[in-house]
């Protein structure tokens, strides 16, 4: 069952993922095979011994890896190494060696607590988010809830537990709530490629939409790189500093104010997930993408009462 888990995964498809072999692609393109070849240290682990490295992130990157040096190019897999497990096994064809590390979150912060590029700019930080949260459940609690080998993250199941909308009415206006409820990390976390996006609209009695917030900048929830040319965004390997940083801490509730225009019955908001921003999967040739297709994580619907 956790084989056929760990299939299921992004472990399974670190490096065949369409969009990491787009990225890794463009990179070569942009700045060459040695920039472009330090994705392997997220996206495959080498052996011990240097001949070769996995195309994934295998079973033996977690039960078998020890650390030879910081961060995740540091990590490397020992195939003499004693199999990590969870609990004693009373009778195994190998050495079983019980590390709570595979419990308690430690292992996945091997990779997913923080990476810098080149120019020192944090392309990730989802391990001090998670330790500014003061107790919050553990990465395994989460992603990997009864051993499941899916680690699933930005998925369905786990976004739409992640935050929370609502509305009141004040004056003429709808405020709109949006809450990082269940995340023990900023939402989005890990890659700048990642955005979440508040879509209201105001619908009339017949169900015509009368206005949407879709110009509204305070609706996107995201970090934005910037190049030294002051474009934003940048690719990763490009990035000289973070044009702005507008995404929900763990329990950070944002609240956003829209006036409610003339005739409107009800209010419609909806919490969307992108991997990918829609203009990027274009030029990548990944618009389609099933991988890439938005998620939506939370939805909320109120009728707006009538005027005083």
């Not at 509305?167 to 890990?190: R, Y």
């Not at 305070?218 to 965004?233: C, I, S, T, W």
């Not at 000289?240 to 003339?262: F, W």
């Amino acid at each position: 069952a956790q084989g056929a888990g760990w299939e299921q995964s992004l472990h399974a498809a670190a490096s065949s993922d369409p969009l990491v072999k787009a990225m890794r692609e463009w990179a070569q393109r942009d700045a060459g095979e040695a920039v472009a070849a330090k994705c392997a240290d997220c996206h495959s682990v080498p052996l011990l011994d240097g001949t070769a490295r996995s195309a994934m992130v295998t079973c033996e990157a977690c039960h078998q890896g020890r650390r030879l040096g910081p961060g995740p190019a540091g990590w490397v897999i020992d195939p003499a190494h004693p199999v990590r497990a969870a609990r004693a096994a009373e009778s195994a064809p190998h050495a079983v060696a019980v590390d709570e590390a595979l419990t308690n979150g430690e292992l996945c912060l091997v990779c997913h607590a923080e990476l810098h590029n080149a120019a020192g700019v944090a392309l990730c930080t989802t391990g001090p988010e998670h330790a500014a949260r003061r107790g919050a459940a553990s990465c395994v609690d989460c992603h990997a809830d009864a051993a499941d080998h899916r680690f699933e993250g930005a998925t369905p199941r786990p976004l739409a537990r992640a935050a929370a909308l609502s509305v009141d009415f004040i004056g003429g206006e709808a405020v709109v709530a949006v809450t990082n409820s269940g995340a023990g990390h900023s939402l989005p976390t890990g890659s700048a490629l990642r955005r979440i996006g508040l879509e209201v609209a105001f619908l009339d009695d017949t169900g015509t939409v009368l206005r949407r917030n879709a110009d509204d900048g305070r609706a996107r929830f995201e970090k934005v790189l910037r190049d030294a040319d002051g474009n934003a965004p940048a690719p990763p390997w490009r990035a000289v500093a973070q044009a702005r940083d507008t995404r929900l801490v763990s329990g950070e509730t944002r609240h956003l104010a829209y006036a409610v225009p003339a005739g409107a019955a009800r209010i419609e908001a909806r919490l969307v997930f992108h991997r990918a921003p829609a203009a990027l999967a274009a030029r990548l040739g990944l618009a389609d993408a099933p991988l890439l297709a938005p998620v939506v994580m939370a939805r909320f619907t109120r009728e707006v009462p009538p005027a005083p």
